[in-house]
């Protein structure tokens, strides 16, 4: 199970954190990523990292802004999101992969197998 959390309202140029924890059967679980949807629209991909938190991805959109990080202790997976724009509008979701290689940080929806219930994260203009 994993809950997603620090989702909100934010003005264009601020900063928000999101938080994704996992818990129940956590040893199937390896790669984390943050996917984000908009009404109507196709999810995307976002951010994701590795097991081991030597590799990571990100969307063009979002490179340089946005970091990804994980405390594999806590089971849990951080999106620190800067100079936010309202284009970075969405419901966010962080899910989780299957094993697919220590240092895999997967983009592709379907290589992930759980996902949480996702954030709400607005930015006005």
């Known amino acids: 199970q994993l809950q997603a959390s620090g989702g909100g309202l934010v003005q264009a140029g601020g900063s928000l954190k999101l938080s994704c924890a996992a818990s129940?059967?956590?040893?199937?679980?390896?790669?984390m990523g943050w996917f984000r949807q908009a009404p109507g629209k196709e999810r995307e991909f976002v951010a994701a990292?590795?097991?081991?938190?030597?590799?990571?991805a990100y969307a063009d959109s979002v490179k340089g802004r946005f970091t990804i990080s994980k405390d594999n202790a806590r089971k849990m997976v951080f999106l620190q999101m800067n100079s936010l724009e309202p284009e970075d509008t969405d419901v966010y979701y962080c899910?989780?992969?299957?094993?697919?290689?220590?240092?895999?940080?997967?983009?592709?929806?379907?290589?992930?197998?759980?996902w949480g219930q996702g954030t709400q994260v607005t930015v006005s203009s």
């Open positions: 990292v590795s097991w081991s938190g030597v590799s990571t």
């Open positions: 899910a989780v992969t299957g094993f697919r290689g220590w240092h895999a940080a997967p983009t592709d929806s379907s290589d992930y197998a759980y």
């Open positions: 129940g059967r956590t040893d199937s679980m390896y790669a």
